[in-house]
């Protein structure tokens, strides 16, 4: 009788083990306008995102007399995905602007800037697969780089069900083709989570599983996050 021992790595596409992120890199303060800036590449995804203010605002019926208020805006170029995305906000990009403004929010200490509004633009290059996690990770750089007054960098990661097994940070193929995406975001030094969202459906225990991975891979993204901001603040001494 002939045993086949199943290699965990059998079930990924990209030969990535069940608990593996893709390629990471992150860069802090490569926009010279903008008041911080992150560039970030997760796999095949490439963002941009651009941090202004804290700044009084045009729109002076968004200011609060008690507090700053952040307002974000994701926007995936035409050319980030393979049918050409018809430019212009859609239902999926303010839902997305919407969560990663509250994904954000709370690490803020926007009470030290009232009447002032923060501005975020993600702007999504290239697009494969939880870009609006690699936003949130990307856009918590860009506003650390602003020097905004913050408890906590956040970020952003997603853990899935694919092939009956939970896996971190699914590609754009396992995000279509694999049976639930659990996106999250935490405070890394609580663990506090910012945004949690499920797409599919899993069991609890697969649910439980899949949080605790992708918040085991927030904690490894973490690092590259602050390996970023400590890059830029040495090379300006
Ligand atoms: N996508 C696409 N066209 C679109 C929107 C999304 O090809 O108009 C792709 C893109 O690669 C994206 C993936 O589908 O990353 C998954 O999209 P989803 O809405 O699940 O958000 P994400 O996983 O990027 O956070």
Avoid: W
Avoid at 212 to 217: P, T, V
């Amino acid at each position: 009788m002939i045993f086949i021992i199943k290699d965990s790595n059998d079930n990924r596409e990209d030969g990535r083990s069940f608990d593996e992120l893709r390629s990471l890199k992150i860069e802090s303060g490569i926009l010279k306008r903008a008041d911080g800036s992150a560039y970030l590449e997760l796999g095949g995804n490439k963002i941009l995102v651009a941090v202004y203010g804290p700044r009084e605002s045009f729109i002076k019926r968004l200011l609060r007399p008690n507090t700053g208020v952040i307002r974000c805006r994701y926007n995936m170029a035409p050319f980030s995905v393979d049918d050409r995305k018809r430019p212009g906000p859609d239902r999926r990009s303010i839902e997305i602007s919407k969560i990663t403004a509250e994904a954000l929010r709370p690490s803020l200490l926007l009470k030290s800037f009232p009447n002032s509004m923060i501005d975020v633009s993600i702007e999504v290059i290239e697009a494969e697969g939880g870009t609006r996690c690699a936003g949130i990770t990307a856009a918590a750089v860009a506003l650390a780089d602003a020097g905004i007054p913050m408890k906590d960098i956040v970020v952003g990661c997603a853990a899935g069900k694919v092939n009956d097994e939970i896996v971190l940070d699914l590609s754009e193929k396992e995000d279509k083709e694999g049976q639930a995406d659990v996106p999250i975001a935490i405070m890394p030094r609580t663990n506090e989570i910012t945004l949690l969202q499920t797409d599919g459906s899993l069991t609890e225990y697969e649910f439980e599983k899949a949080i605790d991975l992708a918040i085991n891979g927030c904690h490894e993204i973490s690092k590259i996050q602050r390996n970023a901001l400590k890059r830029k603040y040495e090379e300006s001494l």
